[in-house]
């Protein structure tokens, strides 16, 4: 069994958390305690039908204003894949939520109200979609039914967001575009009867259909999470690097390199409690165990000896500011890349991106809350990034405050 | 032969053992908080999974109610043993005695929200910095917005509305002094995944999980256990009952289910086809629309 992580993006009120509703509804994903819970918080807000974003909006503060502020995380199967769809924040104040559901999704499902067509909020939340490489993006035209299900509305609307396809889109990105209604329910789980004119799929069967690029056709990055040393009993001697294969493969005979000390050894085994691996691919939590006894420790890299990244203290990004307190250039931060910390200081932003105007703006001395921008970084000891574009687990990164430890940036090496 | 399909995505376990390294590594005090109950059984067998061939490098936690079903208490202290585990127990009535703590009256009494008092308490006695959980977000609408990572103020409180920032599997457990983080590794787990995975890796499990025949009374359309610390009115008939637990919580905040289940595959096809969710037989979460949400404000698990 697969699973398929998904994000919704949206403006307020393009109706996000009404159509993962619909969706669990119709796939009858709901339970009746559940339903009659809907029920009851739907007439207590004077509502005549089942308010099916109640459901996600599980925070008070949610409910009583009716929006969505932080990431919820909604759970469904079908017969063969299991769904994990992470429903985020339409508010540009909350963009931070919105980039943190959307970071570990594989679909993103962007939302706009056919009344409105694009609008500030779907310009953001592609871009941003765009800019975590996300592969698969599904545009839902919703609340059709308030168009009376007009085709040319829609074909409207494609047009007008083939044009932000061109500005921040990138190759190897496909588009799918949906007409819907969340809350009628056409195109969400049942194909509608009311838009003959459309010949694509549902939303359900495209999710249940589409597929996914699997990281492990990336070169071999393995970094060292914690060192395992029993030191008695009878594992006395064992000594064994545990982690998750960020990308790439790796197999008992590899020859290896550790970055940051260069030293080489050979990888003797892949240990896990259920028997050792003849390959540990992207994304399985194991055990590496070294012909060699060298010096090695949490925030090292394991790399293949031909396929070496290159160690940088200077180096380019592009970097998504998720702080209410700007960027202080004179200060210093904790960059994390993978389990390697390291200071670091900004040395200068080239430029910032207004998602709205598409303008680039030379400026800007600071970075504010959810701004986007190419900047230079000087760090304290060598980072060992490969770029974003190719390799994603490898490529990205966070910034910490050292005084509030507050996550304030996340950066995406060029 | 029982027909065995594999039907737990491996990618939950690869996920929940990269957090439970991640805890070890990035705190000097972790726990983990162990109920008895399922998730909390899986959380143990991640950990072994996650450390092997080393042992689990922290302790569990039990915060006892003395509500526990004594099936519970007899399988921790058993699974402990056999796993060489270390495990803490602070008990709920030590902290009713010592802070002299009114207790709820009435039929619905429970001392659910005691056990925050006790567990904040036990934080601070062993200066833990990293409190593993169980909490699964299909489990509720709040536990649905919870990060990884979930860092709790000097109070134990959670700020839903000012959570940190969680990018990519990058966690950031960096917290001062007083403060803690609540871990949740089997966060994207279901309750269908909870027991697909008991069943693929034979875990053993409290009995009350199992059909059996037990003495209960019919309240608000649902079956409740009898004990010694439940109050039972008048026109509440006990009778015996076969029936099994879908979650583990006190005696007298958790509901039966009438239920003929006596092996694992018999349980996963029950829950399948289930119409009330798991968590629609703990008193706890309907006393208000954001019950949950509250109490993990407080300090809740």
Same mark, same amino acid.
């Given at each position: ?414 | ?17 990269? =957090?439970?390294? #991640? ?8 726990? *983990? ?5 399922? !998730? %909390? &059984? ?58 002299? =703590?009114?207790? #709820? ?8 929200? *005691? ?5 904040? !308490? %036990? &934080? ?80 053993? &499990? ?96």
């Amino acid at each position: 069994m697969d699973v398929l992580r998904i994000s919704t993006a949206g403006s307020v009120d393009d109706g996000k958390s009404t159509l993962i509703g619909r969706l669990l509804y119709d796939t009858h994903s709901l339970t009746q305690d559940q339903l009659h819970a809907l029920e009851v918080a739907s007439e207590r807000r004077g509502l005549d039908s089942m308010d099916l974003s109640l459901f996600t909006d599980g925070l008070t503060a949610e409910r009583e204003q009716g929006i969505t502020i932080d990431v919820a995380h909604i759970y469904f199967s079908t017969e063969n894949r299991k769904f994990i769809i992470a429903d985020t924040p339409g508010h540009v104040e909350y963009t931070r939520n919105m980039i943190t559901g959307a970071s570990n999704s594989q679909v993103a499902v962007i939302l706009i109200d056919a009344r409105h067509g694009v609008v500030e909020q779907s310009r953001r939340h592609y871009f941003i979609t765009s800019l975590l490489r996300i592969e698969q993006v599904v545009v839902c035209v919703n609340k059709m039914d308030l168009v009376d299900y007009e085709e040319q509305r829609y074909y409207e609307i494609a047009s007008e967001f083939q044009e932000l396809r061109s500005a921040f889109g990138f190759e190897g990105q496909q588009v799918q575009f949906i007409p819907a209604s969340a809350l009628k329910g056409d195109n969400i789980v049942h194909k509608s009867d009311k838009m003959s004119w459309y010949e694509g799929p549902s939303l359900l069967s495209f999710l249940q259909q589409v597929q996914v690029k699997k990281d492990e056709e990336q070169l071999a990055r393995f970094p060292v999470q914690w060192i395992n040393r029993p030191k008695e009993g009878e594992f006395r001697d064992y000594r064994g690097y545990s982690g998750k294969v960020a990308s790439g493969d790796f197999q008992p005979g590899d020859q290896i390199v550790v970055l940051n000390s260069g030293q080489r050894s050979t990888i003797t085994s892949i240990d896990t409690m259920d028997g050792q691996l003849k390959v540990a691919k992207a994304g399985e939590s194991v055990t590496l165990v070294l012909k060699d006894d060298i010096d090695i420790s949490r925030g090292d890299l394991i790399v293949k000896e031909n396929e070496l990244p290159e160690g940088k203290r200077q180096f380019a990004s592009t970097l998504c500011w998720l702080d209410k307190e700007p960027l202080n250039r004179a200060g210093k931060y904790i960059l994390q890349h993978g389990h390697f910390r390291t200071l670091a200081k900004l040395e200068n932003i080239n430029y910032l991106t207004d998602p709205q105007t598409l303008k680039k703006r030379d400026d800007v001395d600071t970075l504010r809350l959810n701004d986007i921008a190419q900047v230079h970084f000087k760090t304290a000891g060598p980072v060992y990034t490969d770029s974003f574009e190719k390799n994603k687990a490898n490529g990205s990164f966070i910034l910490i405050d050292p005084q509030t430890n507050a996550t304030v940036g996340v950066g995406f090496a060029s | 032969m029982e027909k065995y399909i594999d039907n737990h995505p491996k990618a939950l376990e690869n996920e929940a053992i990269y =957090i439970i390294r #991640e805890v070890a590594a990035q705190f000097e005090k972790p726990v *983990l908080l162990f109920s008895g109950g399922k !998730d %909390s &059984i899986t959380l143990v067998r991640l950990a072994q999974k996650a450390f092997y061939p080393a042992p689990v490098p922290f302790p569990l936690l039990h915060i006892d109610t003395g509500h526990n079903f004594p099936e519970t208490i007899e399988f921790r202290d058993r699974l402990v043993k056999e796993a060489g585990l270390k495990l803490i127990v602070r008990h709920v009535q030590d902290t009713i005695d010592r802070k002299n =703590i009114k207790e #709820e009256t009435g039929k619905y009494a429970s001392r659910n929200m *005691l056990q925050t008092t006790t567990l904040l !308490d %036990s &934080i601070e006695e062993f200066g833990f910095d990293a409190c593993i959980g169980g909490a699964r977000r299909d489990e509720e609408k709040a536990r649905a917005k919870e990060r990884i990572f979930s860092v709790r103020d000097d109070f134990g409180q959670w700020n839903a509305k000012d959570q940190r920032p969680e990018l990519f599997d990058i966690l950031n457990g960096r917290i001062h002094k007083g403060e803690n983080v609540r871990v949740f590794p089997i966060s994207n787990w279901t309750e269908l995944d909870v027991w697909h995975y008991i069943q693929k890796e034979k875990l053993e &499990i409290p009995s009350i999980y199992y059909s059996h025949q037990r003495d209960t009374f019919v309240r608000d359309g649902m079956i409740w256990p009898f004990s010694d610390f439940v109050t039972v009115d008048e026109d509440e008939k006990i009778e015996q009952r076969t029936v099994r637990f879908r979650t583990v919580g006190d005696m007298s905040c958790t509901a039966a289910v009438a239920s003929e289940a006596s092996d694992i595959q018999t349980i996963i096809d029950e829950i399948r086809s289930a119409i009330i969710s798991e968590r629609g037989a703990r008193m706890d979460d309907k006393r208000s629309e954001a019950a949950m949400e509250n109490r993990k404000k407080e300090g809740y698990f």
